[in-house]
DNA sequence: GTTGGAATGTCAACAAGACTGACGTATTAT
DNA sequence: ATAATACGTCAGTCTTGTTGACATTCCAAC
């Protein structure tokens, strides 16, 4: 398939076709659909979209969030984050807390049935990464990250790996 | 990391936490926004959207391809791609021929505009993935690859499949 | 202290792009 | 002849992105 080899500084060089390529973009282009469909009919089913799902994601991922932070890791404008949590919130999904010490911010967290939307989506979307992790292997998962993780821009790489160390704490 | 094991019928066991499943879903998420990155900002100059650059790539990729042909993989309503290839069309990029054998039908392929826009997308598009493999290196590669593949919907790997053996019969 | 700027968040209006439903037309198949 | 197929289009709705305008709060300079 993909040839390696050791160039004299040590750095890898591939040999790399634009076919090789293309394949590997078609595959991101459909495994993407998949990666997305489970969640996006349980989601259709309560009225919400994609974009409820990162919110809900997010806020369970780093309780106590403020809006403000949200926007930087879902990379939207407020105005438009600002819509989605305003539904969340009102159906009682997300609660909203001011801030005690900045009474500027609010301080976001899921209630109890936003977390049990959470977790029917969340494992929704487990069952399927499961499932592609046993059919690919232990050997291709750790590849999938690596190149996963090669694709981010940077500044994503920031809160990725920000969200990866949170539990490597525990 | 992900720990393997073979079970007594051959099949390969992972025991596999719900972080680190999660990792690969966030993983998903962030690369999925670089890869898409690119080609947004040079289609946003000219106007378009990710629906232009979509149709671009399979009328490319299948030049003479059919507009239901392309509805099936696109994954979206005639109208939502017909308000897509309309604005391609008028402007000059895509061409509609009506077909030889069945004059129902519309056989699409790229004018030489067209394709030089599919050019700068795709260029930019394996930039990145090239920069992705060639970081990661070629075992991860192929496993990135595989877990793409287990991860798509049934319906949507045989597009996919199509796609790869048209390649691999030339 | 007061004031002005920066930060945070909300509301309103608009556009892209997805959807459904209905309909018209040309062509092919039965 | 009639039915089915392929395509295009109009109309209307929804989600989700955008900008612009605005209120509140904090902080720092005066």
């Known amino acids: 398939m993909a040839q390696g080899m050791?160039?004299?500084?040590?750095?890898?060089?591939?040999?790399?076709t634009d076919e090789q390529l293309r394949k590997?973009?078609?595959a991101m282009f459909f495994a993407y659909r998949g990666f997305t469909a489970d969640p996006d009919r349980i989601l259709a089913e309560q009225g919400y979209g994609r974009a409820h799902h990162r919110a809900i994601h997010f806020i369970h991922r780093n309780p106590g969030?403020?809006?403000?932070?949200?926007?930087?890791?879902?990379?939207?404008t407020k105005q438009s984050l600002n819509r989605v949590l305003r539904s969340l919130i009102a159906d009682g999904l997300v609660a909203?807390?001011?801030?005690?010490?900045?009474?500027?911010?609010?301080?976001?967290?899921?209630?109890?049935?936003?977390?049990?939307?959470?977790?029917?989506?969340?494992?929704?979307?487990?069952?399927?990464?499961r499932h592609a992790y046993r059919t690919a292997g232990p050997d291709a998962v750790a590849g999938f990250r690596q190149v996963?993780?090669?694709?981010?821009?940077e500044e994503m790489r920031v809160f990725y790996d920000a969200l990866k160390d949170k539990t490597d704490e525990r």
Do not use: C, W, Y
């Open 6 to 16: 050791q160039s004299p500084t040590g750095q890898s060089l591939l040999f790399l």
């Open 24 to 26: 590997g973009i078609e």
């Open 65 to 76: 969030t403020t809006v403000n932070n949200l926007l930087a890791v879902l990379g939207v």
């Open 96 to 129: 909203s807390e001011v801030g005690q010490r900045d009474k500027r911010e609010r301080h976001l967290t899921l209630t109890a049935e936003g977390a049990a939307l959470e977790r029917s989506l969340s494992d929704a979307q487990r069952d399927r990464m």
């Open 148 to 153: 996963l993780e090669a694709m981010m821009d």
